[in-house]
């Protein structure tokens, strides 16, 4: 299996989630479907399953690569720029 180079730049402990949901869902008047945290700066946004994809969106502004699934009982990662799950 390839490993991650971007897991060990990641921040320690990660960041606090910046809100419960995808904030830009709500402003769009959409629902989030499956959420996601980034590791970088604790965004949260919806997953590409959602109308707007607005997790990937955030690594495509923000060039932020890795999120981690921010659903009850899930923790695993992904990781955009080396399209794996870390």
């Given at each position: 299996m390839r ?22 869902c ?10 996601r ?43 955009y ?6």
């Open positions: 490993e991650c180079p971007h897991i060990p730049a990641l921040p320690r402990p990660e960041p606090e989630p910046r809100t419960t949901t995808c904030p830009d709500l402003a769009v008047g959409c629902d989030p479907v499956q959420l945290m980034c590791l970088a700066c604790g965004y949260v946004g919806c997953c590409d399953s959602s109308t707007y994809r607005h997790s990937t969106r955030h690594f495509e502004q923000t060039g932020h690569p890795v999120m981690r699934s921010f659903e009850p009982g899930e923790d695993w990662r992904w990781c720029v080396d399209l794996l799950i870390v």
